[in-house]
């Protein structure tokens, strides 16, 4: 194989640990921590910096491999989380082109409109569809603290991705 292929290839691996690993911790680690009863959506912040670091194909093939991962988890309706993961991955994918890496100011406000388009997605997919009305409640309790998590824990995940990415482009 060609130095160029092993790299590839060596790039897929380390995205799919890296998303396993992000899996492990926001499944396994984080509900041990009681931190406002929320803990970080770090599939999130990695599909959305993917798209925003890669483009569309990327992001879509990260948001697909980070809902599969979720509908397997989780019960429900599968597919429901592969639909929103991807559709963020492909969105933040098209602004790949038009924004500088290395500022934190986008990725900040991308993790701060996602985690809302996120939440609001599953209020409405696993509560409203069951007649549960209290949107207030749900933003102030679960929606509002998720998203700040979020939003702080964005800062040290996509600096690390940002760098990641730069290590691969020397390749």
């Known amino acids: 194989m060609s130095n160029e292929r092993v790299g590839k290839f060596r790039k897929v691996i380390i995205h799919i640990l890296i998303i396993f690993f992000a899996f492990f911790i926001q499944t396994s680690i984080f509900p041990l921590i009681p931190f406002f009863a929320c803990s970080p959506n770090l599939l999130l ?34 597919g429901l989380y592969i639909l929103i993961y991807s559709v963020i ?22 993790s701060l409109v996602n985690g809302l388009i996120y939440n609001i997605y599953i209020y409405i997919t696993h509560f ?13 309790n679960v929606m509002a603290p998720s998203i700040l998590f979020t939003l702080i824990v964005t800062v040290l995940i996509y600096k690390s991705l940002y760098r990641l990415n730069l290590i691969h482009k020397g390749n």
Do not use: A, H, Q, W
């Not at 969105?91 to 900040?108: A, H, K, Q, R, Y």
């Not at 409203?128 to 102030?140: A, G, Q, V």
């Open 89 to 110: 991955g492909f969105m933040n994918g098209t602004l790949n082109s038009s924004f500088f890496e290395d500022t934190i100011t986008l990725p900040m406000l991308l």
């Open 45 to 78: 912040i990695i599909t959305f910096s993917y798209g925003l670091l890669y483009g569309e194909d990327i992001g879509i093939i990260t948001g697909l491999f980070c809902g599969f991962l979720c509908d397997m988890y989780f019960n429900g309706v599968f």
């Open 128 to 140: 409203l569809i069951r007649k549960r009305f209290d949107l207030p409640f749900y933003f102030f």
